[in-house]
C-alpha cells in the first residue's frame, strides 16, 4: 500500500553549518493519526518545512501518497494541508478572504471556493467573524483559521504543528474532536505538540526525534508498553511518620500526607490498596505522577542525550 | 455543464485579484497622491516656470513634459507597487501560503508583476487625466505609446519584485527607489531635451535607460524625440528579459523567502 508520506534520509544543513536533520526516514500510512515529538530545536519544524515546500532540504527523498516532492511536486502539494505554528496569513484580509485566496493557490475556482470557505468557516465556529479582519480574531480563532485554511483544498493529509499552542482547555478539546472527526473520514494527520497526553489521546503511531534524528518510532501502545510502570501520587487521610513497608512496591514519602508509589506494568490496583490497607494506609485521592508517554519521552532523550 | 478552468489561470487570477484590491483599498495612498503631484508639477513647471521657457522641439514646454510625468508615474507606481506588496507578504510570512500551493514560480511571478503593472496602468490614467486639464493632449503613434507605457510598466514592476526577495527591513524597499530610480528618471530627460546639455553630458545620458523609455513615449505622443525609439523598444525588451529570468531563478531558489 502506498503510504501518506514518506520519507527518506532527509537531510538539512543550514548555511550557518548547523545540522537540523541528520537524515530521517519516516512512513505515515493513509488513515494515520501520526505524532511527531521531540524537544525544541529537534528539527521537527524543519521537517515539516522541508515536506511542506518551505524549506530547502539538503538531501533525501519526500513522497506524500507516492507524488514525489521533487519531480511530481503539484500533485505532491496539492495532497498536504499545512498549519505552521506560527500565524503566517495576510492580518489585513477579512477572515472569508483569506480562504477564497488559498483556494485560489490551489487552482480551485471562486465561486467553488467560496463554498468550501463556507463549509470550513462553519465547521470551526468562524462563520460569524467571516467578514473580521483577522488582526481582530482572539489567537484561538486565529488557531483555528489556519486549520480551515489548511482545509480549503480538501487535502488527504494533514500537518499540524503544534496547533494548540496557547490555546485555552475548551478550545483545544474541540479542537480534538474536529480533528478526530477528520481522522475518522479519512484524512490523514501528523501532529507536533509539546503537549504529551494530546499525542497520547489522539495519535495511533509515533515518532521521536532528537537532535535531528529519530530515536524512536511505533506504535503508540506499543511504545508505552515499554513503561516500567506507573508513579502514582497518594493523598493520604492521616499524617505518616515513617515509611510504610509495602512488599513489591517501590515507594517515597515526599510529605507526611503524600505518598508516591510505582506500580510495575501490569500490575492492577487491587493489590496496592490490599496492602495498604493492612499496614493501616485510609487514601483520600490519587492521580498519576507523570502521563505514560511522558515517561517514555523523557527516557528517550536522557538515552539519547550527546 | 461544468468548464473545466486551467488550475494555473486560477492561481493567477487570484494573485491578480488580490493585488488590485489591495491598492484600491488604500487608493488615498496609492491613486490620490500621483494625481496631486502630477497636478503641482503642471502648476509649477508648466505655468510659472515654463511659460517664461521658450518652446522645446516645436512645443509649448507644458506640452513636451506630458510624456514623461505620464511615464514617471507608471514607472514609480509599477515598481512601489511589487516591492512593497511582496515585501510585505515576506514580512508577514503569508509568503507561504503560495510557496505551499502547487503553484509553479512563474504565475507568483506573472501575478505580482500585473498587480504591479495595474497600478501602474491605473495612476498612469490618472496622470493623463490631470495632465487633460492642463494641457491638449495628442497622440502621434497608438501603438507605440501603448507599447512604451504597458513594457516600460512591467520592467519596473519586475524590478520591484527583485527589490523585494532581496530585501530585508522596510529600508531596504526605500534605498532604490529614492537613490536610484528617482535620480535616474529625473536626469532622463522628463523635464528636458538632452539637446540642452553640454555634449559630454548628452553622451553620459545615453547610458541612462531612463532617457530611452521617456523619449520613446514623446515619439509616441508628440512624433518628437532625442532617441530613435526603435532602439529603446529593443533596450526595455532586453531588460525584460534579463530581469524575468533573474526574478524566476531567485524564485526557484527560494532566496530571501527559504531557509
Not at chain 1, 495519535?203 to 532528537?210: D, E, F, L, N, T
Not at chain 2, 506588496?85 to 510557496?99: A, G
Not at chain 2, 533596450?235 to 525584460?240: G, M, P, R, S
Request: charged letters at 20%; a neutral charge.
Amino acid at each position: 500500500m502506498i503510504p501518506a508520506l514518506s520519507v527518506q534520509g532527509l537531510k538539512k544543513t543550514y548555511a550557518t553549518g548547523v545540522e537540523a536533520l541528520g537524515g530521517i526516514d519516516l512512513r505515515v500510512e493513509e488513515g494515520d493519526f501520526y505524532a511527531l515529538l521531540g524537544p525544541n530545536g529537534a528539527g521537527k519544524s524543519t521537517a515539516i518545512g522541508i515536506i511542506a515546500s518551505l524549506v530547502n532540504k539538503s538531501a533525501g527523498r519526500v513522497a506524500v501518497f507516492g507524488h514525489d516532492l521533487d519531480s511530481d511536486w503539484r500533485a505532491a502539494r496539492r495532497a498536504i494541508g499545512i498549519v505552521p505554528q506560527e500565524f503566517n496569513f495576510n492580518v489585513f484580509e477579512p477572515v472569508e478572504e483569506i480562504l477564497i485566496n488559498q483556494a485560489g493557490y490551489y487552482g480551485i475556482p471562486r465561486d467553488k471556493a467560496c463554498q468550501q470557505a463556507e463549509k470550513y468557516l462553519r465547521e470551526l465556529e468562524l462563520w460569524d467573524k467571516r467578514r473580521t479582519q483577522a488582526r481582530d480574531l482572539s489567537g484561538g480563532m486565529k488557531r483555528r483559521l489556519m486549520i480551515a485554511r489548511a482545509l480549503v483544498h480538501e487535502p488527504r493529509l494533514l500537518i499540524l504543528d503544534e496547533p494548540t499552542a496557547g490555546v485555552d482547555l475548551e478550545i483545544r478539546h474541540a479542537m480534538w474532536e474536529f480533528l478526530q472527526c477528520r481522522n475518522r473520514e479519512g484524512t490523514t494527520i501528523i501532529l507536533t505538540t509539546h503537549y504529551l497526553e494530546e499525542a497520547e489521546s489522539l495519535c495511533r503511531r509515533i515518532a521521536v526525534i532528537h537532535h535531528g534524528r529519530i530515536v524512536e518510532q511505533g506504535g503508540m501502545r506499543e511504545l508505552l508498553a515499554q513503561t516500567h510502570g506507573e508513579y502514582l501520587v497518594l493523598n493520604l487521610s492521616a499524617e505518616l511518620k515513617l515509611l510504610p513497608k509495602l512488599d513489591g512496591y517501590h515507594c517515597e514519602l515526599t510529605d507526611p500526607h503524600t505518598l508516591e508509589v510505582q506500580i510495575p506494568t501490569g500490575a492492577g490496583l487491587n493489590p496496592l490498596f490490599a496492602a495498604l490497607s493492612a499496614v493501616g494506609v485510609e487514601v483520600l485521592s490519587m492521580r498519576n505522577k507523570h502521563n505514560r508517554l511522558e515517561q517514555v519521552f523523557l527516557k528517550l532523550l536522557r538515552e539519547n542525550h550527546e | 455543464m461544468n468548464k473545466a478552468v486551467n488550475p494555473y489561470l486560477t492561481g493567477y487570477r487570484t494573485i491578480l485579484a488580490k493585488e488590485v484590491r489591495r491598492f484600491m483599498r488604500i487608493w488615498p495612498q496609492t491613486i490620490l497622491p500621483p494625481a496631486i503631484t502630477t497636478a503641482l508639477y503642471f502648476v509649477i513647471f508648466g505655468k510659472l516656470i515654463g511659460s517664461r521657457i521658450g518652446p522645446v522641439a516645436g512645443f509649448g514646454y507644458i506640452d513636451y513634459i506630458v510624456p514623461g510625468l505620464i511615464l514617471m508615474a507608471v514607472i514609480s507606481h509599477s515598481y512601489a507597487n511589487v516591492v512593497s506588496s511582496f515585501y510585505s507578504t515576506k514580512f508577514q510570512r503569508h509568503i507561504e501560503e503560495l510557496l505551499i500551493a502547487p503553484l509553479p514560480s512563474w504565475i507568483i511571478l506573472a501575478g505580482y508583476v500585473s498587480g504591479g503593472v495595474a497600478r501602474g496602468l491605473v495612476v498612469g490614467l490618472v496622470v493623463t487625466m490631470v495632465s487633460a486639464a492642463f494641457v491638449e493632449l495628442s497622440v502621434f503613434h497608438w501603438p507605440l505609446v501603448i507599447s512604451v507605457v504597458l513594457l516600460t510598466s512591467i520592467l519596473f514592476a519586475m524590478a520591484g519584485f527583485i527589490n523585494a526577495v532581496f530585501a530585508r527591513t522596510f529600508d531596504d524597499i526605500s534605498i532604490i527607489p529614492t537613490f536610484v530610480l528617482t535620480p535616474l528618471i529625473y536626469l532622463g530627460g522628463v523635464f528636458y531635451s538632452v539637446e540642452m546639455l553640454p555634449p559630454f553630458w548628452q553622451g553620459v545620458s545615453l547610458f541612462n535607460p531612463m532617457l530611452y523609455m521617456v523619449n520613446a513615449l514623446r515619439y509616441g505622443m508628440l512624433g518628437v524625440s532625442d532617441i530613435e525609439s526603435g532602439s529603446a523598444l529593443v533596450i526595455i525588451l532586453v531588460f525584460i528579459g534579463l530581469l524575468g529570468a533573474a526574478a524566476l531563478w531567485l524564485l526557484h531558489k527560494g532566496v530571501g523567502i527559504k531557509s
